[in-house]
């Protein structure tokens, strides 16, 4: 099997809870410094919730802490090395080049760290799914915003991807959220909540790769299987 990388996007429908839907979010878009090949690095939102759902995300990044690991109090630690911290870097200033809003965050150190592979948590707004950093895998703490017009135009922007790894559905409605997942063309989807389940498969489509490690769908991928003619 092989493992390649993500761009899950969030999608959050027009009657979901808006806060939950960021502080979920919020975790798995900045979790391990955003260095998750599984992390959801496109919400996906309401446009006419937009400006409730940045609001919300921003309130959320404002309590993570960014330092030193092995600090208790450190939420999000450094990049794991220098060619990937220009790498992330240079994705933020891509980001305002091509016209993203910059909710929060951006390039530089966070205050009061002036040496190490530190990263602002990063939220950019007014993203078209066409954007750069709507596209390519980043593997750092960038979330992009992007506004939908409801279910059908969600979905579509969830899938106009190459990556298919993971995903998410916020709804007040399971049924609605279920029926939604269902149409998104990822490995796993969450819904309403930030999951990490080891006893479920695990894997992607397109560039995400092929094959499923974890569950019994994993256990299979070691086997042989022998047919009898009779």
Not at 18 to 24: G, H, S
Not at 121 to 146: C, H, K, Q, W, Y
Not at 171 to 200: C, E, F, W
Request: aromatic content about 6%; proline content about 5%.
């Amino acid at each position: 099997m092989l493992e390649l990388g993500g761009k899950s996007a969030c999608l959050v429908l027009d009657d979901a809870d808006i806060v939950q839907a960021a502080a979920e979010t919020v975790k798995s878009a900045f979790n391990n410094a955003g260095q998750m090949c599984g992390a959801w690095t496109r919400m996906v939102v309401p446009r006419t919730r937009l400006e409730e759902a940045t609001a919300a995300v921003v309130a959320e990044v404002a309590r993570l802490e960014v330092g030193d690991p092995v600090d208790p109090r450190t939420t999000v630690g450094p990049i794991a090395t220098g060619d990937q911290y220009e790498k992330v870097l240079g994705y933020i200033d891509r980001g305002m080049r091509e016209g993203a809003t910059l909710a929060c965050g951006g390039p530089g150190r966070p205050p009061g760290l002036d040496r190490g592979f530190y990263v602002r948590p990063t939220v950019f707004t007014d993203v078209d799914n066409a954007m750069t950093i709507a596209r390519e895998e980043i593997f750092g703490p960038v979330l992009s915003i992007i506004a939908h017009d409801g279910d059908d135009d969600a979905v579509a922007i969830a899938n106009d991807s190459p990556y298919g790894l993971r995903g998410a559905v916020f709804s007040g409605d399971h049924d609605r959220a279920v029926a939604v997942a269902l149409r998104i063309r990822t490995g796993q989807v969450d819904i309403n909540g930030y999951k990490m389940l080891p006893n479920a498969p695990f894997g992607g489509f397109g560039q995400s790769g092929y094959g499923r490690c974890q569950g019994r769908l994993g256990f299979e991928e070691y086997l042989q299987v022998k047919s009898l003619q009779l």
